[in-house]
């Protein structure tokens, strides 16, 4: 062979080689605690065909998410604990987000700017943690998990998440005190991925592997876990799918062949049914029971929370009807959300065995309920 061919032969060997080596970049070992720089190359990245752009951006090599929708997911990950860090600059007018252990855009972890809040520090929903559950995000069962963060538009923001098992510490910008920490990570994915998503500029993007700085992989602390007052136990029916154009039919309450199984409320009391049930197709309702015995005549205050609408009976009589449906009238404090701040009402009990039944139903974001009486005197809950 020609020398002259010899060299382009060598010549174009190296070259896939070197992005081979690109590409590869993002399988990381998951025994050492070895900084990674995340070549923001498009071979790196999935993404739909002109949403994402790779410019020298400032101080370097940069990836920039030009819809508001569209992710871009990073290629060959599998990341279950560690440090992530990058520098972002929000663009969207409303979100953007990072996930991680991804493993697909129905499963996976998130943590995101309301970009809205730019440029005030005060705001107490400028950042949040929600996870996707069969494509659900639980924004709105989770707002305990919301919080302020100080980032601005029009300059690098630099954020940084640790992961260990149940637990996340975020930062950003201050790197001294975390912005927002989840004792208890809700999502069903323990490893995959990286994406983000929102009109964003991305750069200077790190992932160091088991590096989580002492912070312990078991839950923490519940802090409502120890509050006996909580209405933990239940029994809950199977889905219906019921008409958009009836409010409510007394066909849907249960009967003697309606099929019951146990669910516990989780973290904060929740009850929550999209982990059981999933995403379905449009409006929803199950019932749950549970029960309550008195040792008299009385009657209880009950603290509730729901999401979206409830009809509540005590020993098969109706006592309570409501909904709580975000950006409409009749969304309840805080901001149509999930909350025992939601409302709360009297509860008359008769003396022995009495039967707590709701009817919950769903058709926007994230399904469940909280519930809890003002006191226990004279009663005792269902275990």
């Not at 990674?36 to 020298?56: C, G, K, M, R, Y």
């Not at 954020?159 to 975020?170: E, F, H, P, W």
């Not at 009976?313 to 909904?323: A, G, M, Q, W």
């Amino acid at each position: 062979m020609k020398k002259p061919v010899l060299f382009a032969v060598l010549f174009l060997m190296m070259c896939v080689f070197t992005q081979q080596e690109k590409f590869q970049a993002a399988s990381l070992p998951q025994d050492s605690t070895t900084v990674h720089d995340i070549a923001l190359i498009p071979e790196n990245w999935e993404f739909t065909p002109q949403s994402v752009e790779f410019p020298e951006y400032k101080s370097g090599p940069a990836m920039k998410l030009l819809t508001s929708s569209e992710p871009a997911v990073l290629k060959g990950m599998n990341f279950t604990d560690g440090t992530i860090e990058y520098d972002m600059e929000p663009l969207d007018p409303r979100f953007t987000s990072i996930y991680f252990r991804w493993q697909t855009s129905k499963e996976n972890e998130c943590f995101y700017f309301r970009t809205g809040r730019a440029g005030n520090p005060q705001a107490i929903d400028a950042i949040q943690y929600a996870p996707h559950l069969d494509g659900i995000n639980l924004w709105d069962l989770l707002f305990h998990y919301q919080t302020n963060a100080d980032f601005r538009k029009g300059e690098w923001n630099h954020v940084k998440l640790l992961i260990s098992g149940k637990q996340m510490r975020a930062y950003v910008n201050d790197m001294t005190r975390p912005a927002l920490e989840v004792p208890m990570l809700e999502g069903n994915t323990t490893a995959g991925t990286l994406a983000f998503d929102g009109q964003v500029i991305i750069s200077h993007l790190q992932v160091t592997p088991r590096a989580v700085e002492g912070l312990a992989p078991e839950a923490g602390l519940d802090p409502l876990g120890s509050d006996p007052r909580y209405l933990r136990n239940w029994q809950v029916s199977e889905p219906i799918t019921t008409d958009q154009n009836i409010d409510f039919s007394y066909e849907w309450v249960p009967n003697a062949d309606t099929k019951w199984e146990a669910i516990s409320a989780e973290h904060r009391g929740l009850v929550n049914l999209t982990r059981k049930f999933g995403q379905g197709d449009g409006r929803r309702i199950v019932w749950l029971k549970t029960g309550i015995r008195s040792e008299k005549d009385q009657t209880k205050i009950l603290h509730f929370g729901f999401s979206d609408e409830v009809w509540v009976l005590i020993n098969e009589s109706p006592l309570y009807v409501d909904k709580n449906l975000y950006n409409t009238p009749m969304a309840k404090q805080p901001d149509g959300r999930c909350s025992i701040e939601n409302t709360s009402f009297k509860v008359p009990l008769q003396a022995g065995d009495n039967q707590l039944m709701v009817g919950v139903t769903n058709f926007f974001y994230g399904w469940g309920i909280v519930a809890r009486f003002d006191d226990l005197d004279g009663i005792r809950l269902e275990e």
